[in-house]
């Protein structure tokens, strides 16, 4: 399966501590996305990157948030000092753009769920 | 800013039933429309999108949905559903030109009795 892949499945922290989950794209895939999910609710997005560039950044990602893709695949996505509220599924999606191939949906992974103690 | 209404939180349907989930966006500029499926235990799955074009969109397994743009409506159907239907939908829009980011709707969580 070549889809989008995300580490780990699960994360149980102690509020405070910081996390840092991980998304491998589909390969030839030059954008990323981060979106949070509570229960009950639809993904929420929280930033997206085009190759390495960070492009949007939602409100919803606050300081204590950081989102990198330092070589233009894999992404990491940084939580520091974890609060409960920050208790989510957090899911990667990877889509395709260039000049040949405009409007190309995004296709996402498993997700990680993070549950903070 | 963008939001995305479904109407229907729980839907219980038995199978051959027909199908029909609503959806609703705020945008009134240009969007693509997307349905998404999550099954039990899996992740989101492009069900269907719009673009342009032929508002009547086929997608996988049977479904199809229609944009009727005066209603910023997306709804989403399937004349005779499935067991395996039992899933969680979710509507999305993105607005074009420049907009990456999906927004979604709460999601339908449909469940198809045998």
């Known amino acids: 399966d070549t889809g989008v892949s995300q580490d780990p499945r699960h994360k149980i922290t102690k509020r405070g501590q910081n996390v840092t989950f991980r998304c491998d794209p589909i390969s030839e895939h030059n954008r990323l996305y981060w979106y949070r999910q509570t229960l009950g609710q639809g993904p929420e997005f929280l930033t997206y990157f085009q190759n390495e560039a960070q492009l949007e950044k939602s409100r919803l990602l606050s300081d204590r948030f950081s989102a990198e893709r330092p070589k233009g695949s894999f992404s990491t996505l940084e939580i520091q000092r974890t609060e409960q509220g920050d208790s989510a599924m957090y899911l990667c999606a990877s889509s395709l753009s260039n000049r040949g191939t405009s409007n190309q949906p995004q296709h996402f992974g498993d997700g990680t769920r993070l549950s903070i103690l | 800013a963008q939001s995305v209404s479904q109407h229907n939180h729980h839907v219980i349907l038995s199978e051959a039933a027909s199908l029909e989930l609503g959806c609703n966006y705020s945008?009134?500029?240009?969007?693509?429309l997307f349905w998404y499926v999550q099954y039990p235990g899996q992740h989101l799955q492009l069900l269907l999108k719009?673009?342009?074009?032929?508002?009547l969109v086929k997608g996988i397994k049977g479904f199809e949905a229609e944009f009727i743009k005066s209603k910023f409506s997306f709804n989403l159907r399937k004349p005779s559903v499935q067991w395996s239907d039992t899933a969680e939908y979710f509507c999305?829009?993105?607005?074009?030109?420049?907009?990456?980011?999906?927004?979604f709707g709460t999601g339908t969580r449909l469940l198809v009795s045998p």
């Open positions: 945008y009134g500029g240009t969007v693509n």
């Open positions: 719009y673009f342009s074009g032929d508002p």
């Open positions: 999305a829009v993105n607005a074009r030109p420049g907009f990456q980011k999906l927004v």
